[in-house]
Antibody, heavy 115, light 107 residues
């Protein structure tokens, strides 16, 4: 069955960068886009951006533009989300999810930003 | 960007009750509206896609309706396991967005 497996938890200092990976399996990776979604502790879901793996076309939420980069590696069916200039309010669980409907989700990656 | 507003934010309900959650979009999004259920410490789970399309493996008590700007998620005959937070999400126009969530508590 379709799986999205994300990299492990990260602890970062303010100002640092983090790169989260999302490895896809059991479907044709280039046929479906990937969204990245985050959820701060006790808060709702926040859409961060989208990437189309076959041409790496991206769309980012306005609040993350200039600070986020989404990429893919089609040879390993892996999507990446890099967030730079981290602040304490970037502490959240970061998810990848497949397609327009977000029909499959990764297990989430906790990123903690703390000095 | 398109703003999705859910109502209510919170609802306390009894088993077997019928629940209706509303999602209103700030502009027309056609039928590109999807519903998710999220339980604590779990990833969200897709319940309804494209406003009203049911999905294999999702209990039949969950249904969706609507088009344009007004959408509804209905849970018929609520069960204890339906305690969760429910979100709507639009994939019509970038940037995609989520509603703020509706938390259902089972009495």
């Amino acid at each position: 069955q379709v799986q999205l497996v994300q990299s492990g938890a990260e602890v970062k200092k303010p100002g640092a960068s983090v790169k989260v990976s999302c490895k896809a399996s059991h479907y044709t990776f280039t046929s479906y886009g990937i969204s990245w979604v985050r959820q701060a502790p006790g808060q709702g879901l926040e859409w961060m951006g989208w990437i189309t793996p076959y041409n790496e076309n991206t769309h980012y939420a306005l609040k993350f533009q200039g600070r986020v980069t989404m990429t893919t590696d089609t040879s390993t069916s892996t999507a990446y989300m890099e967030l730079r200039s981290l602040r304490s309010d970037d502490t959240a669980v970061y998810y990848c999810a497949r397609d327009y409907t977000l029909d499959y989700w990764g297990q989430g990656t906790l990123v903690t930003v703390s000095s | 960007e398109i703003v999705l507003t859910q109502s209510p934010d919170f609802q306390s309900v009894t088993p077997k009750e019928k629940v209706t959650i509303i999602c209103r979009a700030s502009q027309s999004i056609g039928s590109s509206l999807h519903w998710y259920q999220q339980k604590p410490d779990q990833s969200p789970n897709l319940l309804i896609q494209y406003a009203s399309q049911s999905l294999s493996g999702v209990p039949s008590r969950f249904s969706g309706s609507g088009y344009g700007t007004d959408f509804t998620l209905t849970i018929n005959s609520l069960e204890a396991e339906d305690a969760a937070t429910y979100y709507c999400h639009q994939s019509s126009i970038f940037p995609y967005t989520f509603g703020q969530g509706t938390k259902l508590e089972i009495k």
